[in-house]
């Protein structure tokens, strides 16, 4: 069964003189138990958005999400706080995620106080377990966030989404905003933790190189869309799409085959405002645009098994 499954999401934001930006403009895609699904893409393609409405932060306005079953569009209130525990994130900036006024033991119960639990007992056994699990001790308890490195804030972000027993975890540049020298040691926890309790991922990243390391499967996203994927090894050893190849071309990820194609984005992304239906957006910077691009949007084909990709060269439907 899938821990999650969404379905045809949109999410359009209104903006001044009337316009909409669409966010997020018809994204499906699965996440199996023990999962990473990473998602790419250049800025502003949509990404965090699609993290937060897992979440619930925003409101799609159309599509499905299911959560083992449970339409995330519609629950119950006696499921409410189940599926928040269920479901967390872990923010970009670990400094700025972090309450600088409470104590890290305060900052890591506090999900738990929110999900009901009052007993001290249990909250503090429970709170020193998950320290313990990334890799702190007690000593820390009653330090401030400003008192840390950003590594051990970090490591507080992921404590705090860790303490409930989640099952699905959404992970929105957790790496970014760190200095090179914490990147390394937080992938390398995420993957610990997730061996250890089988949660699953929604990696969100620009950082190929580490979403190359942390995932199983790879969504390649441009304007709202998923335009190609597949496992990590199809969608970075065999892309297809060209917005893929030239993500890629602009990352250190080794090529021993030295196969890659090399080429590099020419221009800005598009306006997301009033996208136009009836072309493939791509268009404006690619390569190998032809006639038949500018008249009609690609849809997504199966090119192998796992592997989907959306453009002309290789549907010609
Ligand atoms: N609350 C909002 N109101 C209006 N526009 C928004 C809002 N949130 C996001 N957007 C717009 O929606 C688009 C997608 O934003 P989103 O933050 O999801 O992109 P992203 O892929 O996460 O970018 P980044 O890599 O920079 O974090 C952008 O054009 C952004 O400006
Ligand atoms: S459909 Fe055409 S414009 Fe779009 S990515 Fe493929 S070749 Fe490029
Ligand atoms: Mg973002």
Same mark, same amino acid.
């Given at each position: 069964?899938?821990?999650?499954?969404?379905?045809?999401?949109?999410?359009?934001?209104? =903006?001044?003189?009337?316009?909409?930006?669409?966010?997020?403009? *018809?994204?499906?895609?699965?996440?199996?138990?023990?999962?990473?699904?990473?998602?790419? *893409?250049?800025?502003?393609?949509?990404?965090?958005?699609?993290?937060?409405?897992?979440?619930?932060?925003?409101?799609?306005?159309?599509? !499905?999400?299911?959560?083992?079953?449970?339409?995330?569009?519609?629950?119950?209130?006696?499921?409410?706080?189940?599926?928040?525990? !269920?479901?967390?994130?872990?923010?970009?900036?670990?400094?700025?995620?972090?309450?600088?006024?409470?104590?890290?033991?305060?900052?890591?119960?506090?999900?738990?106080?929110?999900? *009901?639990?009052?007993?001290? =007992?249990?909250?503090?056994?429970?709170?020193?377990?998950?320290?313990?699990?990334?890799?702190?001790?007690?000593?820390?308890?009653?330090?401030?966030?400003?008192?840390?490195?950003? *590594?051990?804030?970090?490591?507080?972000?992921?404590?705090?989404?860790?303490?409930?027993?989640?099952?699905?975890?959404?992970?929105?540049?957790?790496?970014?905003?760190?200095?090179?020298?914490?990147?390394?040691?937080?992938?390398?926890?995420?993957?610990?933790?997730?061996?250890?309790?089988?949660?699953?991922?929604?990696?969100?990243?620009?950082?190929?190189?580490?979403?190359?390391?942390?995932?199983?499967?790879?969504? =390649?996203?441009?304007?709202?869309?998923?335009?190609?994927?597949?496992?990590?090894?199809?969608?970075?050893?065999?892309?297809?799409?060209?917005?893929?190849?030239?993500?890629?071309?602009?990352?250190?990820?080794?090529?021993?085959?030295?196969?890659?194609?090399?080429?590099?984005?020419?221009?800005?992304?598009?306006?997301?405002?009033?996208?136009?239906?009836?072309?493939?957006?791509?268009?404006?910077?690619?390569?190998?645009?032809?006639?038949?691009?500018?008249?009609?949007?690609?849809?997504?084909?199966?090119?192998?098994?796992?592997?989907? =990709?959306?453009?002309?060269?290789?549907?010609?439907?």
């Amino acid at each position: 069964m899938d821990v999650l499954k969404i379905d045809n999401l949109h999410k359009r934001f209104p =903006v001044k003189g009337g316009h909409k930006i669409c966010a997020v403009n *018809g994204i499906s895609f699965s996440i199996q138990p023990g999962e990473t699904l990473g998602l790419v *893409g250049e800025s502003g393609c949509g990404k965090s958005t699609v993290g937060r409405m897992i979440v619930r932060l925003t409101i799609p306005d159309e599509g !499905e999400i299911v959560f083992e079953n449970q339409d995330l569009r519609r629950v119950k209130k006696k499921d409410d706080m189940r599926l928040r525990r !269920e479901i967390q994130i872990v923010f970009q900036d670990p400094y700025g995620s972090l309450n600088p006024r409470k104590k890290v033991y305060d900052i890591i119960a506090e999900p738990m106080r929110l999900g *009901g639990e009052k007993d001290k =007992v249990q909250l503090k056994n429970k709170v020193i377990n998950i320290l313990k699990m990334v890799e702190l001790d007690e000593s820390y308890l009653d330090k401030y966030p400003i008192q840390l490195t950003q *590594g051990e804030q970090q490591r507080i972000g992921v404590a705090r989404a860790f303490v409930t027993d989640p099952k699905l975890v959404v992970l929105d540049e957790p790496t970014s905003l760190l200095d090179i020298r914490f990147r390394g040691e937080i992938v390398l926890l995420l993957k610990k933790l997730q061996e250890e309790t089988g949660c699953s991922y929604l990696f969100i990243s620009h950082d190929l190189n580490i979403v190359y390391q942390l995932s199983h499967r790879v969504a =390649v996203m441009y304007l709202g869309r998923i335009v190609e994927e597949g496992s990590a090894e199809q969608v970075f050893r065999n892309s297809k799409h060209p917005y893929t190849k030239a993500l890629l071309s602009a990352t250190l990820l080794p090529d021993p085959e030295q196969k890659r194609e090399e080429f590099f984005l020419k221009g800005e992304v598009p306006s997301p405002l009033d996208l136009p239906e009836n072309q493939c957006d791509f268009v404006s910077r690619c390569p190998f645009a032809n006639e038949s691009c500018k008249k009609k949007r690609p849809k997504p084909l199966q090119i192998e098994e796992g592997h989907t =990709v959306s453009c002309f060269l290789y549907n010609e439907q």
